[in-house]
């Protein structure tokens, strides 16, 4: 049984003040979600701040991003080490925004993915197709061509110790959902091409939808076989959103 995982992508979004707000609303109604795992991910400068405050509350912390390099000179960026360092246990990789503004590929994704886990990070892996490969039907093309890049270079044993997270780019923060039929397709396809190499890391891994999630569809993407939690972008900066969303998964 794979207990489902919530994991609000904060962005770049927040304040000293909202950030307090919105952690103490989630640690409120934290009670009523008796299930699934909550982890948030804040902004790398506020990290410290909601590592203090979710100390022993169960609630995990993950940054949205990380460097594929150790230590030196790379002005700007935050090593997977320090994210250790500073309590989060999660590193969000290859998000379609890190992908299509900032331009990072699928061997940079993957190197990313190697060097979290090499901190001691859980990666959480996004893949996910645009629009117009949607439409031109190559989407499960595309999504195994994420997948390999990582399995090509950490081996299939390593899909095992992440998550992976389905976010269709056309749904991200644009209120457009993936049906749940439709988000099921692509969760039963990842699943089955991992199968195609190792049935137990199949089996075990987290497959999370990701892509206008709120609390109006979350539990219907939460019922379908496949779907082990969501990846929040929007929905994660309001507590009771949140909140509901994590609850749509109790058992
Ligand atoms: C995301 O950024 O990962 C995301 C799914 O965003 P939203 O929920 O806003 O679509």
């Known amino acids: 049984m794979r207990q489902p995982l919530v994991a609000g992508n904060w962005k770049m979004n927040g304040s000293l003040d909202s950030v307090k707000l919105l952690v103490d609303g989630i640690k ?12 948030v991910c804040p902004p790398y400068v506020y990290i ?7 100390e022993g509350t169960g609630i995990s912390l993950g940054a949205q991003d990380v460097n594929d390099q150790e230590a030196g000179a790379h002005t700007g960026e935050v ?16 998000h379609s925004e890190r992908r299509s503004i900032y331009g990072e590929n699928d061997e940079f994704t993957a190197r990313k993915f190697a060097a979290a886990r090499k901190a001691g990070l859980v990666p959480i892996l996004c893949v996910g197709e645009t629009l117009e490969e949607r439409e031109q ?21 390593a899909i095992g110790e992440c998550v992976i997270a389905y976010e269709p780019v056309w749904a991200i923060g644009t ?9 099921q397709e692509v969760h039963a396809f990842i699943r089955g091409k991992l199968a195609g190499l190792d049935s137990g890391v199949a089996d075990k891994v987290r497959i999370l939808y990701g892509g206008s999630m709120n609390p109006g569809n979350a539990a219907d993407l ?9 990846l929040i972008g929007g929905a994660s900066l309001k507590p009771d959103d949140f909140l509901d969303i994590g609850r749509a998964g109790n058992a």
């Open 48 to 54: 410290p701040q909601v590592a203090g405050m979710i």
């Open 137 to 157: 039907g190559i989407t499960e093309q595309v999504v195994a061509r994420q997948l390999d890049a990582v399995i090509g270079l950490e081996g299939i044993g």
């Open 222 to 230: 939460l019922a379908m076989a496949d779907i082990d939690g969501g």
């Open 175 to 183: 209120g457009k959902t993936a049906t749940p039929d439709q988000a």
């Open 28 to 39: 409120g109604g934290l009670g009523s979600v008796t299930t699934a795992e909550m982890a």
């Open 79 to 94: 090593a997977p080490a320090m994210l250790m360092d500073i309590g989060c246990r999660y590193a969000i990789v290859g």
